[in-house]
C-alpha cells in the first residue's frame, strides 16, 4: 500500500514546483526586517505546510467521486451562496470585499470556485464531446461561469473575474469548438467588456485599464504600482542586487511586495538569470500538466488537467505581466510564490486530484489526442 502510494506521486512535478515554493518564502524572509517581524514569512511556512498535506490526502483518495453530478452542483451552489454572503459579512481589502477575515487568517472563496468552475465544465463538456460543435453549448457552459463571474465582479475583485472567464474560454477552445464559432464567441466576449466598462467597471478598475495603455498617464495615482514594479524588475539587471539588497522593496517604493508583485521583489534581488529560472520552473509544472491531460483515462481527466494548465498559465501570464509594466495591474496572485492560503490550497488540491487521477492513466497516443481536442 505504501509503496503503490509513493509511485503514485510525481515526484518530479513536486521537484519543480518547491523551488518556485521556496522562492516566495526568500522574499518574505529576507524583508522581514522591514516589518519587524517574520509575519509573512512564518504564516506562509504553515500555509505551505497544510497545502502539502492536503496534495497528499487527495492524492490517496479516489478522485472518481467529483465526477458525479450531485457532488459538483452541490459544491458550486455552496460556493455561489459564499459569494453572496460575501457582500453581507465580506472584509474590504483595497476596495474588494471578497475576503472572509478569522483574525489571525482570511479566505478568499473565489480561489475555491476556480476549482471548482473547471471541474464542472470538465464534466460538462466530457460529456458532450460527440456534438461539441453545436455552438448551444457555449451559451450553456457560459451560464456556469457567468453566475461566479458576476458575483466577484461586483466586489469588486477584476482579477478573479479575469481568470473565471479565461477559464471558461480556455476550456471552450480546447474542448473542440467549431472554429467558425470562435469569431462568435471573440464577438461576445467584446460585447461584454463593453457592456461592463459602461454600466459595472468601478472608476479606479477603468483606470487600471487606461493605465495599462498609457502607464506613464499617472505615475503618482494610479500608474505608480506599475512604474515602481518596472523599476524594481529592471534595477536587477543580470545577476540581481543580493539577497535582502532589493532597495525598491527596503525602501518601500514597491507595494505589496509579498503578493501582487512578489515576482519584481524577486526580480531585484536576483536578476535576470533569476527570473528566467523561475519562468523555466513554470513551464517545467505546466508542462507536466499536460503530461496528465495526454494520459487522462477519459475526455473528464483530459480535459479536468487542460483546465488546470489554463488556470496557472493565466495566473503566470497576468501576473508576471503587470509586474513588468504590460498588463493592468489587477491584485492575480503567482502561483506558489505569493503570499497567501487560499490560493495555495487550491493548487495544490488541484495537483492533488491530477495525483489521483494518475492510477488510472493511459498510455497517450498523439493522433488520438490531435482528434480528441482539435475536432478533427
Not at 492536503?54 to 472518481?64: P, V
Not at 465582479?153 to 481568470?163: H, M, N, Y
Request: hydrophobic share 55%; glycine share 10%.
Amino acid at each position: 500500500m505504501k509503496g503503490s502510494f509513493l509511485k503514485r506521486i510525481d515526484w518530479l512535478l513536486l521537484f519543480f514546483v518547491l523551488p518556485i515554493v521556496a522562492a516566495g518564502l526568500t522574499v518574505m524572509k529576507s524583508f522581514s526586517p522591514l516589518e519587524g517581524n517574520n509575519v509573512f514569512f512564518e504564516k506562509q511556512l504553515i500555509w505551505v505546510a497544510i497545502s502539502l498535506i492536503i496534495f497528499f490526502i487527495f492524492s490517496m483518495i479516489d478522485y472518481r467521486f467529483l465526477k458525479r453530478t450531485d457532488v459538483l452542483m452541490t459544491l458550486f451552489l455552496f460556493l455561489s451562496g459564499i459569494l453572496v454572503v460575501l457582500f453581507v459579512l465580506g472584509a474590504v481589502s483595497h476596495g474588494a470585499q471578497s475576503w472572509f477575515d478569522f483574525g489571525s487568517f482570511s479566505f478568499q472563496p473565489a480561489d475555491m470556485m476556480k476549482l471548482v468552475l473547471i471541474l464542472i465544465l470538465a464534466k460538462y463538456f466530457s460529456r458532450r464531446h460527440v456534438e461539441i460543435k453545436n455552438i448551444k453549448h457555449i451559451f450553456v457552459s457560459g451560464l456556469y461561469a457567468i453566475i461566479p463571474f458576476g458575483l466577484v465582479l461586483l466586489q469588486p475583485d477584476f482579477g478573479s473575474a479575469i481568470i473565471i472567464f479565461l477559464i471558461w474560454f480556455g476550456m471552450t477552445l480546447v474542448s473542440g469548438i467549431s472554429k467558425k464559432h470562435l469569431l462568435t464567441l471573440m464577438f461576445i466576449g467584446i460585447l461584454v467588456f463593453g457592456l461592463f466598462w459602461a454600466f459595472i467597471f468601478a472608476p479606479y478598475q477603468k483606470a487600471r485599464v487606461v493605465n495599462f495603455i498609457n502607464p506613464m498617464a499617472d505615475i503618482h495615482g494610479t500608474g505608480y504600482n506599475a512604474i515602481q514594479s518596472t523599476i524594481a524588475v529592471g534595477s536587477g539587471q543580470i545577476t540581481g542586487k543580493g539577497l535582502g539588497f532589493g532597495t525598491q522593496s527596503r525602501l518601500k517604493f514597491l507595494p505589496e511586495y509579498q503578493t501582487d508583485f512578489v515576482f519584481a521583489a524577486f526580480s531585484e534581488e536576483w536578476g535576470f538569470i533569476g527570473a528566467i529560472l523561475i519562468f523555466l520552473l513554470y513551464g517545467l509544472v505546466i508542462w507536466r500538466i499536460l503530461y496528465y491531460a495526454s494520459v487522462g483515462s477519459s475526455n473528464f481527466e483530459t480535459l479536468f488537467a487542460m483546465g488546470v494548465a489554463i488556470f496557472f498559465m493565466s495566473h503566470v501570464l497576468i501576473n508576471v505581466g503587470m509586474n513588468l509594466g504590460i498588463m493592468p495591474v489587477t491584485g492575480i496572485t503567482l502561483p506558489f510564490m505569493s503570499y497567501g492560503g487560499s490560493h495555495l490550497l487550491v493548487e495544490f488540491t488541484s495537483l492533488g486530484i491530477l495525483m489521483s487521477m494518475r492510477r488510472n492513466a493511459r498510455p497517450a497516443h498523439r493522433d488520438d489526442m490531435k482528434n480528441e481536442f482539435l475536432g478533427m
